[in-house]
């Protein structure tokens, strides 16, 4: 068992989860909560405190002729117009104050549903037939204790560029890494260091890398910039046997999906709109669909399969839809089940896209991250269509293509990274903040990855290391800075929507440096014809194709 200083030890004073005192439960009140609900009213008593200043200083005017009387009668009128429509201006601040007040607002936090010492004790007597320990992780594991005590474990250091994938394998007890150094690494987390480090043989920046269930976590499956899928074949004794392309897209692979009932096959998706099925057992790849909306592609950044239905499977990508297939339907031309929204992204001119999206723990729920907007859930037993029925907010999401997951073991919390650098962890149901960290040096986080059995967190970003979390803090988080935070992310994302959106997107800047390469072949050719014989140049050209077929430059930490 792992023990991080008193990781183990839990504090019965500073702990209200010890079940010691039963009556009061509720968590003291936050100096930053209590400000956020009594700023309205010290807003109103400011204003009051004004108009009665004002009104003290107002002379009352001089009595004279009749004509000077009418004067002031007239010159009271346009006062009395004057201050009607000042008085319309101010209510139209007011309500403009009152919606930032709102967006920028912090929700109380929720009450604590599980308390230390009554759980404990219950394991230990066992006064439920139907209690057992694996249950008491599991409810210790979503408990809002173990999230609110999350603290920086240590850094893993050996990747020398963004890390942009994290992926434990079923037991937990390894973690895989991915990054623009073109390495992937085998982590033991539980002592910080490497079992394997082996060149993934993609040439641009590693998005996603993924243990294949099979068994003895020796494949590992990958996708990358240069639009390859690749699998590599590892040995018990620490040495990877080699790597082989099993798919290539047309344009950037950013999201691999793995089918739980079929070790065997899994899913990849591209900014090319093209979704393979990838069977390990066959030679070629099979082509599911290629994503289109009013016959126009769609590029696709995130691919997700349900979690207990091996035929469904969604997807996201450069527009604002959330799309539910059915691989049984593919065949026949109908495939997709539902599209999701949110009705109000829909209706307005905001360029949101899908960076990331999840299925919850039984794929009930799909938790999707906008691209400069906020994170929505949908359910997904409503009708084709239906409004979210989630939303957090506080982050930013707009520098890179963003990861988004749950924590805990029924999806109890929403994780996410963001652009100031912070992790931000929402309660499901309430929405409401329950834990801020700052999570990255550089400014972005990334990735996030929830262990499978215990409540550790694993995350990136443009940092060179991967930190790990673990609930060890003593005390819970003050969040004092988080008003302040969410403040500056709004007014950036205000900002940047006034700006001329890009005009050059990830797939255009692929066929791009496509097409530089093959004329710098090209002429390296015919220049070489000049001086070498023609039997070398072709066998030249001929190994240049097979190695570097549509392979752009590595470009650092890829943007949304």
Not at 113 to 123: A, H
Not at 308 to 320: L, M, Q, T, V, Y
Request: glycine share 6%.
């Amino acid at each position: 068992m792992l023990k991080v200083g008193n990781a183990d030890v839990v504090s019965e004073k500073s702990s209200p989860d010890s079940g010691l005192n039963d009556v009061n439960f509720a968590p003291a009140e936050d100096e930053e909560y209590v400000g956020a609900l009594s700023a309205p009213i010290e807003a109103s008593s400011s204003a009051i405190d004004d108009v009665l200043k004002d009104g003290a200083k107002r002379e009352e005017p001089d009595r004279g002729s009749d004509v000077e009387v009418r004067q002031q009668r007239f010159s009271d009128e346009d006062d009395d117009d004057d201050e009607e429509n000042c008085s319309v201006k101010s209510d139209a601040a007011q309500i403009t104050s009152s919606d930032e007040e709102e967006r920028c607002s912090v929700k109380p936090k929720p009450k604590y549903k599980w308390f230390l010492c009554p759980e404990f004790v219950k394991r230990q007597y066992g006064m439920s037939n139907s209690y057992s320990s694996d249950l008491f992780r599991l409810r210790a594991y979503g408990s809002l204790h173990m999230v609110e005590r999350l603290e920086l474990m240590y850094k893993m250091k050996r990747h020398e560029g963004c890390v942009n994938t994290l992926h434990f394998n079923a037991t937990g007890t390894r973690l895989a890494s991915g990054s623009d150094d073109l390495n992937i690494i085998v982590w033991d987390w539980t002592i910080g260091e490497p079992v394997l480090i082996y060149d993934s043989g993609h040439r641009s920046n590693v998005f996603q890398a993924k243990f294949m269930p099979l068994g003895g976590d020796c494949h590992v499956v990958s996708c990358a910039r240069d639009g390859q899928v690749r699998l590599a074949e590892l040995s018990s004794t620490g040495v990877c046997k080699g790597t082989r392309r099993v798919a290539n897209h047309r344009g950037p692979a950013h999201k691999l999906a793995l089918e739980p009932e079929s070790p065997q096959t899994f899913l990849s998706c591209g900014e090319d709109g093209v979704v393979y099925k990838v069977d390990l057992r066959e030679n070629k790849p099979e082509r599911l669909l290629i994503c289109k909306e009013n016959e126009r592609k769609v590029p696709l950044y995130t691919i997700f399969a349900h979690p207990s239905n091996p035929n469904e499977f969604a997807i996201g990508g450069k527009d604002h839809f959330v799309r539910v297939y059915d691989q049984r339907q593919i065949s026949q031309g109908n495939g997709i089940l539902k599209k999701f929204c949110p009705h109000h992204v829909l209706s307005s001119d905001i360029r949101a896209n899908v960076t990331c999206l999840v299925y919850n723990h039984d794929g009930s729920e799909i938790l999707a991250s906008y691209n400069d907007e906020d994170i929505y859930t949908f359910d997904t037993s409503h009708s084709d269509g239906a409004d979210f029925t989630h939303r957090y907010q506080g982050h930013r999401n707009s520098a890179t293509v963003k990861g988004v997951n749950y924590f805990g073991p029924n999806s109890e919390f929403v994780v996410s990274g963001s652009d100031c650098g912070h992790i931000y962890m929402w309660e499901r149901k309430s929405e409401s903040i329950v834990q801020f960290m700052p999570g990255d040096e550089g400014g972005v986080v990334n990735c996030l990855e929830p262990h499978p059995q215990i409540p550790v967190l694993a995350t990136s970003g443009l940092d060179d290391n991967i930190k790990i979390w673990v609930p060890s803090c003593e005390t819970p988080p003050k969040l004092n800075a988080l008003k302040a935070v969410i403040r500056m992310n709004h007014k950036e994302r205000d900002d940047d929507r006034r700006r001329e959106p890009e005009t050059i997107d990830g797939q255009m800047l692929w066929f791009l440096m496509h097409h530089l390469r093959r004329s710098a072949r090209r002429r390296d050719r015919q220049e070489g014809q000049r001086i070498e014989d023609d039997s070398s140049s072709d066998d030249d050209e001929t190994n240049s194709d097979d190695d570097d077929d549509s392979v752009p430059p590595p470009v650092q930490c890829a943007t949304s």
